[in-house]
């Protein structure tokens, strides 16, 4: 889930609602969704720069950001988990 440069907050929360109503579909409907996958974990090591994203230097796709840190995204999962539906 792209968040351009500049990742500002309100990107940040848009990223981590695009993950939360994604997981959450995934959660609703076990018999089809077997399993809830991103491409990598955090932003220091994403596939996803240069023209890769369009528009940025950088996408910031990942839950967690280039020093490993948590972003809304991975905090919204967890609690997703944690919670179920």
Known sequence: VKCPDPCT??????QADAYDVMLRA???????????E??????KYTWLVGSRCP???ECHPLPFDEQYRAK?????VLARLQSGL
């Open 9 to 14: 907050p309100e990107r940040l929360e848009a």
């Open 26 to 36: 995934c959660l609703a409907h076990p018999g089809v969704c077997t399993s809830f």
């Open 38 to 43: 991103t491409w990598g974990f955090t932003d």
């Open 55 to 57: 528009g940025a230097a």
């Open 72 to 76: 809304p995204a991975a905090q919204r």
